[in-house]
């Protein structure tokens, strides 16, 4: 289990890269530099980097916004689904005992 990073320090790391992005030669070499100054993963910095870009509008691709509700509606669907199933097992039961030739 990935352990939770505070947003604090999340905030500070993509705010760090962007000030200092134009003094690297790729966002990888900018992330690497303020990962070691955080202590932290530079994969990691990259990542919340590249979704703050994607959340502000500037990059192309999911929101978080939006994958918190993909999320959610996953799970829904998945609750539905094991609620139809349950329906479909309890009909067929009570259809069986209602029948007048079990009896």
Do not use: C
């Amino acid at each position: 289990m990935p352990k939770k990073i505070d947003p604090a320090l999340r905030d500070r790391a993509v705010r760090l890269v962007r000030e200092h992005r134009s003094e690297y030669p790729s966002l990888t070499a900018a992330s690497g530099a303020v990962a070691r100054q955080l202590g932290v993963s530079h994969e990691s910095v990259r990542r919340w980097v590249v979704q703050a870009d994607i959340d502000d509008g500037t990059r192309d691709g999911v929101s978080s916004v939006e994958h918190a509700e993909i999320k959610r509606l996953k799970a829904e669907n998945k609750r539905l689904r094991e609620d139809v199933a349950i329906l479909k097992a309890a009909t067929t039961f009570f259809v069986g005992e209602l029948d007048p030739r079990n009896h």
